[in-house]
């Protein structure tokens, strides 16, 4: 089950207000693209935007690294809202394995346990790649190019896997190939503002 778009726009302000930042405007950006780019994939354009809009909602509850993953998980399945769940996990994890994050592990065990058992028995879907290739393209000022975005963040947290780096570079090309140009003309990226 999925919130409207406007549920999901009233959730991301309530959780800023819990915790303010640039996450929102990241996720927002997120949103944007996501609606855009499912246009050109043949996703559901407004499924994608509320994905997009949420994946990060367990920034609501503070400040944390791969935390703010089982808390989003959490959260959202106590509201009803197991799509919205999925990515939320699996937007940090093209692997499928926490390998793949990249920040500081701040979970306790059970939540780490949480993670890698739901992320085992997950089937990644259209829409968790999605939601991770945009989360690779968002900043909270709007689209970022997407090698330098991921060069940020191996300087700021000292590493970023190659595996990760590599698919996402490879979702990037799958989705010029499919629609014939630039992902940035797509995402508009020159003129788009959170």
Known sequence: M????ETAEALLREAEACNPGPWG???????HCAEKIAQVLG???????????????GRKFGVRHLGHVSD?????????????????LTHS?????????VGRFDTSAGELR???????????????????LCDALSGSEGVLDIEERMSDVRRRYGGYPQKKWDHNLAMKRQVEETAGRSIYEIVEKDTFHP
């Open 72 to 88: 989003g998980y959490s959260y959202m399945l106590s509201l009803g809202y197991d799509e919205v769940a999925r990515v939320c």
């Open 2 to 5: 999925l919130p409207t778009r």
């Open 93 to 101: 994890f093209t692997g499928k394995t926490t390998e793949d994050y």
């Open 25 to 31: 405007n990241h996720s927002r950006t997120a949103a």
């Open 114 to 132: 949480l993670i890698e058992d739901s992320l085992k028995a997950m089937e990644f879907d259209g829409y968790d790649r999605l939601i991770s």
């Open 43 to 57: 996703l559901d354009p407004e499924k994608a935007y509320i994905l997009g809009l949420l994946h990060d909602i």
